[in-house]
């Protein structure tokens, strides 16, 4: 038996907004400088990664991208600063919250999880 812990930021009507699943889609446009390219690796449409991008501003009202329109080279996006510092403190909050899960766990382990054979 195992634990698996889902960390997520919700709204105030508990809809969630953030997830590691939009974590992984930052880290992507960090990567490539794309929106485009870091929903395509996820298997994203463009139109719905640009929804949970903007939702994600909307929540946090702050600006997590600077873009830079296309034209002939093309456009590019980079993370702000903010997203950066947002980023890093998300995850060491998700390590931090499956640590402590784990640490709760081990007691319902030694309960209920199977006994050795």
Do not use: W
């Not at 698996?4 to 939009?22: Q, T, W």
């Not at 690796?41 to 830079?68: C, F, G, Q």
């Not at 456009?75 to 899960?101: H, I, V």
């Amino acid at each position: 038996m195992r634990l698996h812990v889902k960390v997520a930021l919700a709204s105030e009507a508990d809809e969630e907004f953030c997830g590691s699943g939009l974590l992984q889609l930052l880290e992507g446009i960090g990567r490539h400088g794309s929106i485009h390219q870091a929903a395509q690796d996820m298997d994203l449409s463009y139109v719905k990664a640009l929804k949970i991008l903007n939702r994600l501003e909307r929540e946090l009202e702050e600006t997590l991208l600077v873009r830079h329109k296309g034209g002939a080279s093309h456009g590019s996006t980079e993370l702000t600063p903010f997203a950066r510092r947002f980023m890093g403190d998300f995850a060491k909050m998700r390590e931090e919250a499956r640590r402590a899960a784990d640490r709760a766990f081990k007691g319902f382990e030694k309960r209920y999880g199977r006994k050795p054979k």
